[in-house]
């Protein structure tokens, strides 16, 4: 077992008091997303967004290095009676297939190398959710490691492709102790 993959797994093995909510990203902007198709939380943990997306309708995939989240994200989708594919898989050795989803979103996890294979995973005017931690913080949330942390307007640079649909980050501007901290946030759609 890999270090990566045994780290996940000791940290999904402790039981779960609340479940996690979806990311801000899905939240505060599925009104954008399509009424019907194919959805994909990449590297989901234990897929908060995922049964976002299944609620709305959308068939939706999940994918994570964990085979303990997954399976607690299994059991939490049939408690809320929703259908929720989930699979254990690295996304950063196995991307999705080109032009296979409608919508892919993800949440606190950057892999700069996998960016362009999500845009080609997307199909015609399919949409990306993404959401991960910045470098300029207002305090020592999320990971510490520089490889992890986007640098200024990155996000943007790493899905300049796509048609930008929403954008925000925030940094340290203003007055820090209100707004959207520690993140970057967009939403992209393919041509």
């Given at each position: ?9 000791q940290r999904y093995r402790a039981e779960v008091a609340v479940y996690p909510e979806p990311a801000r990203v899905i939240t505060q902007n599925q009104h954008l997303l399509p009424e019907q198709g194919l959805a ?152």
């Amino acid at each position: 077992m890999s270090d990566s993959l045994q780290k996940w797994e000791q940290r999904y093995r402790a039981e779960v008091a609340v479940y996690p909510e979806p990311a801000r990203v899905i939240t505060q902007n599925q009104h954008l997303l399509p009424e019907q198709g194919l959805a994909l939380d990449l590297a989901c943990g234990l897929g908060a967004n995922a049964l976002l997306m299944a609620s709305r309708g959308l068939q939706t995939q999940a994918w994570d290095i964990s085979s303990e989240a997954l399976a607690k994200l299994s059991a939490e989708a049939q408690q809320r009676k929703l259908e929720v594919i989930t699979e254990q898989r690295d996304v950063s050795v196995n991307p999705p297939d080109k032009s296979s989803f409608d919508v892919v979103v993800v949440s606190q996890f950057l892999d700069r190398k996998l960016c362009p294979k999500l845009i080609n995973a997307l199909k015609p005017g399919g949409l990306i959710f993404y959401q991960t931690f910045c470098r300029d913080k207002v305090d020592s949330s999320g990971p510490q490691n520089p490889d992890f942390l986007l640098a200024d307007n990155e996000l943007l640079n790493l899905f300049s492709g796509l048609k930008l649909r929403v954008y925000r980050e925030e940094s340290t501007l203003g007055d820090s102790s209100v707004g959207w901290r520690n993140m970057a946030m967009l939403v992209g759609q393919k041509s």
